[in-house]
């Protein structure tokens, strides 16, 4: 009895799992049975842990991306905090010059989105949205004035 319920369990979370991919508009890769992004197929180094390292202009804090997430690192305890959680695929992100805002790329499955996050007040306002795929959000001074450019 005690096996058929943990047989259920399992049935139902994997059942479950399945319904709870994530769907978007890039091809899937033939031969897997969840999505792959073609960049992770070909390069699988960069699907293997954290990307896009950003070091704090400020203080000992590092952003990174990891499992569509981005995360903030303190690099004296080691311990890091996610600080995004929608559903789409955040990436790429980089720190205001102050190190109070980031900018990062947000993938909806529909758009690609450019999030600008404040880090006191944890509201994000999406800046640009297109459907455009290779975006990079910096934060650039020109004659002594901060502004946000998309390389």
Same mark, same amino acid.
């Given at each position: ?5 943990l047989?259920?369990?399992?049935f ?10 994530w ?5 899937k ?13 070909d ?15 400020v ?23 996610r ?14 010059? $102050?190190?109070?805002? &980031? !900018? ?9 989105q450019? %999030?600008?996050?404040? =880090? *006191? $007040?944890?509201?994000? &306002? !999406?800046?640009v949205?297109t459907d ?5 959000? %910096?934060?650039?001074? =020109? *004659?002594g ?7």
């Amino acid at each position: 009895m005690k096996n058929n319920f943990l047989l259920a369990v399992a049935f139902f979370f994997s059942a479950w799992a399945t319904q709870a991919q994530w769907t978007n508009r890039y091809p899937k890769v033939e031969g897997y049975g969840h999505h792959v992004y073609l960049e992770g197929y070909d390069f699988p180094v960069l699907n293997a842990g954290p990307l896009d390292p950003a070091p704090s202009p400020v203080n000992n804090m590092l952003l990174f991306s990891a499992k569509g997430w981005l995360w903030m690192l303190d690099t004296n305890s080691l311990e890091a905090e996610r600080i995004t959680s929608s559903a789409g695929m955040d990436s790429k992100p980089n720190w205001a010059p $102050s190190g109070e805002k &980031i !900018v990062f790329v947000r993938d909806n499955s529909i758009n690609t989105q450019i %999030v600008l996050l404040d =880090l *006191r $007040s944890k509201q994000e &306002i !999406v800046l640009v949205d297109t459907d455009a795929v290779e975006l990079d959000p %910096v934060f650039c001074t =020109l *004659r002594g004035v901060c502004l946000l450019c998309i390389v």
